[in-house]
């Protein structure tokens, strides 16, 4: 069986559920119900900023101007064309989805500010377009917007737009919440902070920076579309730059890594702004938008003091009351994921040849040639700044040789992109570890399964690739066990100690099904007990039948292990041959040590 643990955020979402449902049913004034309509899509906006900043750490401010396409797309074909808002709806989604794509496809090659300012542009520019455009209706914009029909269900009350509203907002965070518990939102949440990591695991990221780009503009359209029916009415206002600032500003308030932290924000950012709007010029003596002020002091407050946002505060604050109940969730029957045939013992597995590498006119890899032999563990050593990490680059994808040629399994490597070569049975760890500290260590190893499943995003979205999930999680939990860690699966990565998480590194290599594993820097920083825990882990791993390329400092660590050592020295081979032959050889004493004693 496996367990996780049902925390106070599900409390939370159940009781607000719960309280929003019967809000039309109490006796409250018409007002408060028209309120909680303009939360509920801002809320729906705000979630696809959640999706793309909060959890795939890519920054937008032109999410309003997406809306405006939904809004306007509707607006124009119901009015003009006497199309139904329905059939409207539909036109508006693929019209963003288009917009989105060719937008994502070239902005989000961008990195550092020049992302958030490629979003502002063209979310001014969209806003421009809305208000020159004479069959708009220019900055008058559009009015006379049919209600939307359904049955005999009048949409022009407020009430029945609430329940339109958000059961189209729950839907949503139902889907997204599907969505990240999956293949492919390991995948998404990998994206902030681990994509060099989740390449050489043969995701895809770019793939997926596109794919939550457009989920973003989606919701954000499907909100538009809400907005105009139920304003009857649309202008270029709701739809520029400063409320793409203020869904922003709601993620963070809210919680930029939460679902529900945007809803949370949302409201509160909608309740604030209503009141400070009629306060604020009272106390200033005249109109004005004193509330950005405002804003921008909780802004600081709260990423000074909760900087995960009101959400997760609430939930800690539960926690502490309503203390977290196991789940088991049955994983025993799943079904085991294919493996491959190890090629046999002896046999020739990985072949550099005259290989190197320059960056300008820096040689980092100078004409460099080993052979790793399938049920070895060869040793690359040498001094820092030899060249090792350079190499390991160069085998796994990460760079490309400037001359030479690398072979695996006698088919060529060099240039591949690091995913290519991953689904060709090449897995590896990091000099620096490189995980998700807030995702749980089997989530973590699971992230190395991701080329061997196939469910995309719409079956996660849809809960209808819950086997193949087992299947993947299953896998991750026998990688852990078969490197002893299985009693911390469900532990945060990040909570672990270094030994403990390079060991978890190993496991989610072994996730990807490997024939050959490359360790750069295992032992780093690790105690002498943990080296020792360290080095069972991989004999077993060789006894076992993994080939293994291990770079090390620890010469102890590699004499007792490795069956074969290289020897490089200002990116140039020096030595190669058997631990013990190497521990006498002369330029090796010389490399490390200025001479002979």
Known sequence: MMKFKRTANTILTGGFVLLLMALPLLPVPPFWIIQANYIGMAALVTIGVVLLTGIGGMTSFGQAAFAGIGAYTTAYLTTAAGMSPWLTLLIGLLLTAICATLLGWITLRMSGHYLPLATIAWGISLYFLFGKVSWLGMYDGLSGIPAIPLADIDFKNEKPMFYLIWTVLLAAIWLMSNLLNSRSGRAIRALKGGRLMAESMGVNTGHYKILIFVLAALLAALSGWLFAHFQRSVNPSPFGIKMGIEYLFMAVIGGA???????????????????????????????????????????????????QGLWSWLTGLFAGIFPAVEVKLALDHAGALTRRTPPAAGSALLQLERVSKCFGGLVAVNNISFE?????????????????????????????????????????IGGLPSRAIATRGIARTFQHVQLMPTMSVLENVAIGAHQRGAAGALRAMLHLERTEEACLLQEAARCLTQVGLQDLMYEQAGSLPLGKQRIMEIARALCCDPVLLLLDEPAAGLRYQEKQD????????????MSILLVEHDMGFVMQLTDHIVVMEFGTKIAEGTPTAIQQNSAVITAYLGGEA
Not at 534 to 545: E, H, S
């Open 372 to 412: 790793l032999k399938a049920g070895e563990i060869v040793g690359l050593i040498g001094p820092n700044g030899a060249g090792k990490s350079t190499t390991f680059n160069l085998v796994t994808g990460l760079l490309p040789p400037s001359e030479g040629s690398i072979r695996f399994l006698g088919h060529a």
């Open 257 to 307: 890594g939460s679902l529900w932290g945007a809803v949370l924000g949302s409201t509160i950012l909608q309740l604030i702004g209503d009141h400070l709007q009629v306060i604020l010029p009272k106390l200033f003596g005249g109109a004005g938008n004193y509330e950005g002020i405002v804003f921008g002091v909780i802004l600081i407050l709260l990423l000074k003091y909760s900087p």
């Open 534 to 545: 360290l080095a069972q882990v991989l004999q077993q791993l060789r006894a076992d039948g």
